[in-house]
């Protein structure tokens, strides 16, 4: 009896670690991401290019270009690629690193002119993440249960909202910096475990999976493009649209915040995504969008004064609303990829270049969140709200 409870457990320990490399490797990437543009031993460096454009928009165009490379040079997915997928995960991983020293010292170094320094090292940056981002997601795409996909990319979202706060409000500014160095080494760790631990398992290859009908495949890849403008926006209008000096969301929460989030966030996945999974297509993903479509307003602070809601719910209204979005373009990323008769890396592909477009070109356009700026955002809204009721008539 002692030896089959072993057997459960080890078959239950191995089947959650992909999960939880996921997890901890999405949280890390994403921490990192924030950190570049809002840590205070980082600012100054995105604060140095500022006369030309937000330092964001060198950021996302480095994701742009990144995006364009894996949709052009799509990644093997095999297992066999091991070795291949190891030396990419450790070089990428070194990579970061060295950007992100180079970007935090770029005034103290007296090489090229400091804001070619940073712009390069934005640019590697954002390319970065994109490899790193579409990877995860790609071997998250393999587990057989929707349940555990969502859990895993809600654990890494959560973690990472738990750490943010800690790291810019806790940390001094040397400590943050060197947060900053190490975290594209955990995200470069976790990728390697997770492609040791994905060798040995029986978990399918994509191209093994049911694939979409014709129909149902244009439908999906029109939510897909929808989604990353959606998300695009709801960045654009948020405190975190613009890198540098300036006002954040980083205020430390409580520990009872983290537990209101975490139930709102649980409560929506499972009524909007979990609920909803047997439906067709059409009508599959409604209600997560009407969540998204309602929560886009609590983000006016104008609408938060009239309708009187105090700041502390105010705040926390937004971190569910940033987090829930930010969970659903991911797994709508995994759905295209399990669904999808394309290379899961292109699928991923596309849906980052569409976002990294929208954003770039608006952090370009703009250089705050000005009225101008917030009636543009509505606009394009709009425009999304018409493309996405037209498929779900």
């Not at 990437?29 to 600012?43: E, K, N, P, R, T």
């Amino acid at each position: 009896m002692l030896d089959a409870v072993g057997k459960h457990f080890r078959k239950n320990a191995a089947s959650a670690l992909p999960l939880l490399l996921v997890a901890c490797g999405l949280a890390a990437a994403s921490l990192w991401s924030d950190m570049l543009g809002h840590s205070s031993a980082l600012q100054a460096s995105a604060d140095a290019v500022a006369p030309y454009a937000n330092a964001r928009t060198f950021y996302l165009t480095g994701l742009l270009a990144g995006a364009i490379g894996i949709i052009v040079f799509s990644w093997p997915t095999k297992a066999r690629h091991r070795s291949l997928s190891v030396a990419a995960h450790l070089g990428t991983g070194v990579l970061l690193s060295l950007a992100t020293l180079c970007y935090g010292a770029a005034s103290k170094l007296n090489l090229v002119p400091v804001g070619l320094m940073v712009v390069v090292c934005l640019l590697v940056s954002g390319a970065g993440f994109a490899w790193f981002s579409i990877h995860l997601l790609a071997q998250l795409a393999r587990q057989r249960q929707q349940r555990l996909i969502l859990a895993s990319i809600a654990a890494g979202l959560l973690l990472k909202t738990a750490f943010a706060p800690l790291v810019h409000g806790v940390f001094a500014s040397e400590s943050q910096f060197v947060t900053a160095l190490l975290l594209p080494l955990v995200v470069s760790v976790a990728a390697i475990a997770l492609q040791c631990a994905a060798s040995g398992s029986t978990v399918p290859e994509l191209s093994s999976l049911p694939k979409a009908s014709t129909t149902d495949s244009r439908i999906l890849v029109i939510l897909l493009l929808a989604t990353a403008l959606l998300r695009a926006i709801i960045r654009m209008i948020s405190t975190m649209g613009f890198w540098g000096s300036g006002p954040t969301s980083n205020s430390l929460l409580q520990v009872f915040d983290i537990a209101l989030v975490t139930l709102l966030l649980v409560v929506a996945v499972w009524v909007t995504l979990l609920k909803q999974r047997d439906q067709t297509l059409s009508l599959r993903f409604l209600p997560a969008y009407l969540i998204i479509l309602a929560g886009f307003f609590f983000l006016d602070p104008q609408i938060i004064d009239i309708v009187g809601i105090n700041t502390w719910l105010a705040y926390v209204i937004n971190i569910f609303f940033e987090l829930f979005t930010h969970l659903f373009f991911w797994y709508l990323i995994v759905c295209g990829m399990r669904a999808l008769a394309l290379h899961p890396y292109k699928v991923g592909g596309l849906t980052v270049f569409a976002y990294a477009l929208v954003s770039a070109v608006s952090t370009l356009l703009f250089s705050q969140a000005d009225a101008t700026y917030r009636l543009s955002a509505v606009i394009l809204l709009y425009v999304i709200i018409i493309i996405i009721m037209s498929i779900f008539k």
